[in-house]
């Protein structure tokens, strides 16, 4: 680095009395500014980038020692702590999301570039990684919307004020300014992907995150969203009265969303090629996939294998209580393959902790034998190899209930019996509302037999979550049946069906 002559030494003994994290940071907007500096071009008339149709493919850090699992989420209210940095260490996969620490969490009016969330990401990560340098590290940086509290926004808005195209504008040249989902955030501007300079400052910015920030991949979201559709082009977002559309030009939405997907194609191509770290929501790797149902996730995952979809897959619908569920935790180990993880998507703000880090998933788990075997018919099993012997989990996929048995363990309690046909039977069915008894049974079939004599009882619901573990509810014709209920089993009887 050199300063000119007129500025005198007084920047560089400005810099010689910074800590070491403070000129980390220094010399880090340097390299970024200098990027704007060398960039600043009059822009080129919107020009589709050259394709990159076969990125290489991300390899992050997975292992079938323990349940590979994953986290994402954020601190909203400060920055994690030493204790959260080690759990965070334990995860073979992490993402930081975006409204990390109070200034980058305000909203809907969103917080300034003086937020920095980046520098706050890069800090975490790098703790991380010196506790575990295993860990795959991906920062939230969204492929369409330039959230103002990042510092890339301010670096943006300058080349914006010297009068280049930098934000998406609709076909009557008004600039899109947009909700998120829920609004959580408004005033949004987007990345004008019709031109070079916006496509290449994105993917230096993730690359510069990689050389200085601990950085491996990247949770680019809305990587899917396109304008569409192709003969009338729009851009919506936004929930209720902060939900707003804007139009545009079918030609100049096929250059975008060429441009859009460069810039998710190249960034895995190249990260490919050095940290290994995924694009989420990119071409190989997708998220919000069950955690807990067999079928649905053997299909995501036998898709990805066989080279028709994504292949690294977060599942995380019900991932971040399945250490405590057993059911699910069965059907998630039957129905992975390598590079599917139990991610946890939760996010903490005014004092709370991270999510459990149950015992489950720092046991013995090893490499499959092979997929899960059906037999009998519906109930599946599969075997995990380790030193202490096989870990087996198995899956019936018919009454959706399961079990793993870790090895090393003691042998399971074998499993209760059938229930009796009078009792009608509804897995992970819940019942609310209009309780008439609360007991506890020692299982589902004595609640079961507890409504059968009980004459005002119609419905009945056994718990099997930890707050209310063996409690038997027990419900008149005005319960209300709820699908969907992990940890719960329900049910009628006969003579009380209404």
């Known amino acids: 680095f050199f300063f000119p002559t007129h500025a005198g030494t007084r920047p560089l003994l400005a810099l010689l009395k910074m800590s070491r994290r403070r000129l980390a940071v220094a010399l880090l907007a ?3 500014g200098s990027v704007v500096a060398r960039n600043i071009v009059p822009p080129s008339p919107p020009v589709p980038p050259e394709p990159v149709p076969n990125p290489g493919k991300p390899t992050p850090y997975f292992s079938w020692d323990t349940i590979p ?18 759990q965070l260490a334990r995860y073979q996969m992490v993402t930081l999301e975006k409204w ?9 009016k969103q917080g300034t570039p003086a937020c920095d969330v980046e520098d706050k ?18 920062m939230y940086l969204n492929s369409m919307f330039d ?3 990042y510092r890339l926004h301010g670096e943006l808005l300058a080349h914006a004020e010297a009068g280049y195209p930098t934000f998406l504008r609709d076909k009557h040249g008004k600039l899109a300014s947009l909700c998120n989902d829920g609004n959580v955030y408004c005033n949004i501007t987007t990345f004008d992907h019709t031109q070079p300079f916006v496509r290449n400052f994105w993917w230096e910015t993730l690359k510069n995150a990689t050389l200085y920030g601990g950085v491996d991949g990247v949770f680019a979201d809305h990587g899917q969203n396109q304008l569409a559709p192709p003969e009338a082009p729009q851009l919506c977002n936004g929930k209720g009265a902060g ?23 190249h960034t895995q191509d190249q990260l490919a090629k050095t940290t290994g770290g995924p694009v989420i929501d990119g071409p190989y790797a997708a998220w919000h996939k069950p955690a807990c149902d067999f079928q649905q996730l053997r299909q995501v995952v036998a898709h990805g294998q066989s080279g028709k979809g994504p292949f690294v897959i977060e599942a995380s619908t019900g991932a971040c209580t399945a250490g405590e569920d057993m059911s699910c935790l069965a059907a998630f180990l039957c129905a992975a393959e390598e590079y599917t993880y139990l991610a946890c998507f939760n996010s903490q703000e005014d004092g709370q902790s991270l999510p459990t880090f149950y015992d489950s998933y720092s046991k013995p788990l090893g490499p499959p034998v092979g997929p899960a075997v059906e037999g009998p018919k519906g109930v599946w099993t599969r075997q995990f190899k380790n030193a202490k012997g096989m870990t087996v989990a198995q899956y019936d996929d018919k009454r959706k209930v399961g079990t793993v048995h870790f090895a090393g363990d003691p042998p399971p309690p074998p499993p209760p019996p059938p229930l009796p ?9 819940a019942v609310g509302e209009s309780d008439i008894q609360v007991l506890k049974t020692v299982d589902a079939g004595a609640c079961c037999d507890a409504c059968r004599s009980n004459p005002k009882c119609v419905y009945w619901c056994f718990h099997m979550d930890s707050d209310h573990e063996h409690e038997c509810h027990l419900h008149d014709a005005k319960g209300q049946v709820r699908h969907n209920a992990a940890l719960h089993t329900s049910g009628y009887v006969n003579h009380t069906r209404v």
């Not at 601190?75 to 702590?81: E, V």
């Not at 939900?243 to 194609?265: S, T, V």
């Not at 046909?421 to 069915?429: A, K, L, N, R």
Request: aromatic share 16%; hydrophobic share 40%; glycine share 4%.
């Open 147 to 149: 959230f103002a509290f």
């Open 243 to 265: 939900r707003k559309c804007y139009e545009f030009d079918p030609e100049f939405a096929k250059i975008f969303n060429a441009g859009h997907q460069w810039i998710l194609n």
């Open 100 to 108: 990390y620490t109070s200034c980058a969490s305000q909203g809907p």
């Open 69 to 86: 699992l994953a986290y994402h989420g954020a601190n909203k209210s400060a920055m994690y702590d030493d204790a959260a940095v080690a």
């Open 121 to 138: 990401m890069y800090t975490t990560f790098r703790a991380i990684k010196k506790v575990n340098p295993n860990v795959t590290t991906l």
């Open 30 to 32: 340097c390299v970024v």
């Open 421 to 429: 046909q009078y009792c009608h039977e509804m897995i992970s069915t």
